[in-house]
Each structure stands twice: as structure tokens, then as C-alpha cells.
């Protein structure tokens, strides 16, 4: 089992430029998110997906869009990217929204916007 | 306004000695609470987590204690060993709510 996989593992991208990352899980579970931690921050959520065809805004959702149209695959687009959306990204999915689902994390895509 | 806070961006401690991570939270419609450890370059591992009807989980070396009237958690980890290097994250969530997470504090078991 690979879990969740995320690639690239690194990327630079200029001002104004726009990108993809992408998140697949073999667990087939239905709930997948995306997360963004800055340096010496916990992790704000972006977008998250209930399912196959189904998102919806996190926490921080501006300057990303998400698409969910497999059970496997949750990609992260950025528009027009800005030196605020340097992060490292992770992707996580679960089993079950309920508390006691944990999430299960990608090893990050770190992003640097310049 | 953050809803879990971790006030100890770090911590020290010997081999063999018990570590003790805290945490708090604002929140009382959280109901689970969880603690995630990261290594550097990959992603956050799940390590234990508590329901709000307990005030204690053990597994292991590793011990969750849950103060509701003080919305306050605590990781135990006896005894703690240089592998328990990491960085831990604390996460609520509510009924069938998305994980809020904590800032994280680094723990370094020194040898």
C-alpha cells in the first residue's frame, strides 16, 4: 500500500504562473484534504472533498481551486501564484469525517513562489 | 482567534525521562482530540487520540490525558527515547467537523 502520494516533491514557480499539484490515495477513502503549513505553523485547511464529484472550501480557500472527479485523486491548482502561497503542501485523506478517523498524509510538496 | 493552542514551541529532555506536550483548546463542541508526529521531509503520522467522554487513552509509551472543565490535553511519553524526536501536533475536531490543528512543538530527546 502506498497511501497517499504527492508529487513534485519540490517546485518553483514565478510570480503570475500557475500549477498543479497532485494527491492520489490507494485506501479508497472517500474523504480527502489539502493542507498548508507555513514555517513554525500548524496546518490550515484549504479545500476538502466528501467524495467523487463533491468539494468545498476550507479555511484558507483563496488562490486554489480543487477538482474530485475519482475516488483516488484530489489535485490542487494555483492561479496565478503569489509569494504568499509559499508552503509546503500536504494532502491527507480519512476514512470518515467522524473525530476518531485520523487523517493519513502525504510527505508534502514544498512550494516556493518567487 | 486560534481554537488549539501548543504554548511550548519546543522541548528538551534526557533519554529515559518522561516528556509531557500540552495542549488547550477554546472550543467545547470539540469532541476528539489527536496527536500527529512529524519527522522532517515527510508527512504527519497519527499517534493516539482521545474521545471527550475519556480523560485518559494509553498506548504504549504514549498516554493522552483529557481536562475537559480546563479544556487542556496532555501527551505523555515514558520513556522517551532520541527515535521520539519529532515535531507533534495537537487537532480537535468536532462532530463530523474538519481536524484544527495546533502550531506543533519539537520535542529533542537528547541521548
Known sequence: NAGVTQTPKFHILKIGQSMTLQCTQDMNHNYMYWYRQDPGMGLKLIYYSVGAGITDKGEV????NVSRSTTEDFPLRLELAAPSQTSVYFCASSYSTAGNSPLHFGNGTR???? | DQQVKQNSPSLSVQEG??????????????DYFLWYKKYPAEGPTFLISISSIKDKNEDGRFTVFLNKSAKHLSLHIVPSQPGDSAVYFCAASAKAGKSTFGDGTTLTVKP
Not at chain 1, 61 to 64: L, Q, W
Not at chain 2, 21 to 27: G, I, M, P, R
Request: hydrophobic share 30%; glycine share 4%.
Open chain 1, 111 to 114: 512550494l516556493t513562489v518567487t
Open chain 2, 17 to 30: 525521562r518522561i516528556s509531557i506536550l500540552n495542549c488547550d483548546y477554546t472550543n467545547s463542541m470539540f
Open chain 1, 61 to 64: 480557500p483563496n488562490g486554489y
